[in-house]
């Protein structure tokens, strides 16, 4: 494969991680946000009280689901550091194929080494899976 191909491939693979890792700061930015949300909703039901609410006690379960359901967050988290990883070590291994590894670089080893799991959340809705906690 010419390297000016390798090369490509590369900055192609880094312009990814990056998008990834604004992608993390969006959801973390969103999911902030929505917690705030709950907790002040949280914080007038309880100031309404029990005063003939017939609905509170629905709201509040509905509102504990919801957050409960926050758990997307920690899932999209993880694998967006997984794919990271593994679009790490593939720009590495890419430019260390095509144009060696620099004698005065240090290797790192988390770097040339994908994850060992191919995928850490094995969830793909929200009732069903298992998650893999770091």
Known sequence: MPVTAVADLHDSLLVVMNDLERLGGL?????????????????????MGHDGHPELPKVRAALQLAVTELQFHDMASQLLVHTDKILKACAYKLAEEAMGRDESESPDA?????????????????DAGSIELF
Do not use: G, I
């Open 27 to 47: 959801l973390d930015h969103a999911t902030e946000n929505l917690m705030d949300r709950f907790s002040t909703a949280n914080q007038a039901l309880t100031h």
């Open 110 to 126: 988390t770097l040339d080494v994908p994850p060992p799991r191919p995928n850490p959340v094995t969830q793909s809705e929200m």
